[in-house]
């Protein structure tokens, strides 16, 4: 009787330790599942797009993106699923509305910017609560000037996300040039845009040229052509109109890829035959000769 009651009593504690155990390891599993992937997706199509990524994507339930991301995907014949595509987090940064806030009212559009920051971070938290895989699809290398580090997840808790690091325009560019970033010669490669070298409002000043133009160096200059005519009107200050400069247009696209050499003393009139604001990588130095 004695030794049945024990029996009993064994059996009862094995059974509620393999629930718990169970049931814990559940829930665990449950919360980990969910999370958040910023994702590289390359300078052009998914032919450069790293294998990791790509299954991302693919096991993705969530995706946030821009409009355009899913279209360069389709004229490469990958297809993304535009059911899984939430909305577009960056529409309400960056969009035409927003640009026009921030030239007419800073403040407003200062308030405005945390208010979408803080409802895209919401969005995430509560599908990574609901066990969700979220995706946040970034051109090129989420790392080099990618809008979802630089602005969106400012502030958010970097245990619940991953970075898949991705193709820079930047590798793309040299590929296309055929050239070392890196000649002997060279001091450092400097990674700039006009914004981060001037200042937003050029208020910075090109004393920093100064500086630079002492040494032999390499530049990449993102997000440059709409402004390159300020940026070289800066540059012909402190160097020769012989510097050569190359701008690499849709770098890594294998149909449109365009490479157009020039030096500092010509670049300006030259691009003004290309008719692209946006998508082209201007690299400065003796390496693009
Ligand atoms: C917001 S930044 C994003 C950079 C991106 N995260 C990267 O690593 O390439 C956008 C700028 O990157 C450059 N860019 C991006 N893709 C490019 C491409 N395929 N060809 C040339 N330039 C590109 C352009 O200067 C563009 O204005």
């Not at 970034?138 to 808790?157: E, K, V």
């Not at 001091?187 to 002492?214: A, C, H, M, N, Q």
């Not at 440059?224 to 690499?248: G, M, Q, T």
Request: glycine fraction near 6%; charge should be positive.
């Amino acid at each position: 009787m004695t030794k049945n009651r024990y029996f009993i009593i064994g059996l009862v504690i094995f059974w509620a330790f393999i629930l718990y155990s169970f049931s814990n390891h559940y829930t665990v599993y449950a919360a980990q599942r969910g999370k958040l992937y910023v994702v590289g997706m390359g300078p052009s199509g998914p032919d450069l797009t790293a294998p990791r990524a790509l299954e991302i994507v693919e096991k993705a339930d969530v995706l946030l993106c821009s409009p355009g991301m899913p279209k360069k995907f389709a004229r490469f014949g990958k297809h993304i699923d535009p059911q899984k595509v939430a909305f577009n987090p960056w529409e309400e940064l960056f969009g035409q509305e927003m640009k026009e806030l921030r030239k007419t009212n800073y403040q407003e559009w200062e308030k405005k910017s945390k208010k979408q920051v803080k409802k895209v971070q919401d969005f995430v938290l509560q599908k990574i609560k609901e066990g969700k895989r979220v995706v946040m699809m970034d051109g090129g290398d989420p790392c080099i000037y990618g809008p979802s580090l630089n602005y969106l997840l400012q502030g958010f808790d970097d245990t619940l996300f991953e970075v898949i690091p991705g193709m820079s325009a930047l590798n793309a560019a040299a590929a296309a040039l055929k050239r070392s970033l890196t000649p002997d010669e060279v001091r450092f490669v400097l990674l700039t845009s006009p914004e981060s070298l001037f200042g937003e409002s050029w208020e910075k000043g090109d004393e920093i040229l100064k500086d630079l133009s002492k040494y032999e160096t390499t530049m990449i200059l993102y997000m440059s052509l709409s402004s390159l005519n300020r940026v070289i009107e800066l540059f012909k200050k402190h160097y020769p109109l012989d510097l050569p400069i190359a701008v690499v247009y849709y770098a890594g696209y294998p149909d449109i890829e365009n490479v157009l050499k020039s030096k500092l003393g010509s670049i300006v009139e030259d691009i003004k035959k290309m008719n692209e604001s946006w998508l082209g990588l201007v690299v400065i130095g003796k390496c693009v000769e």
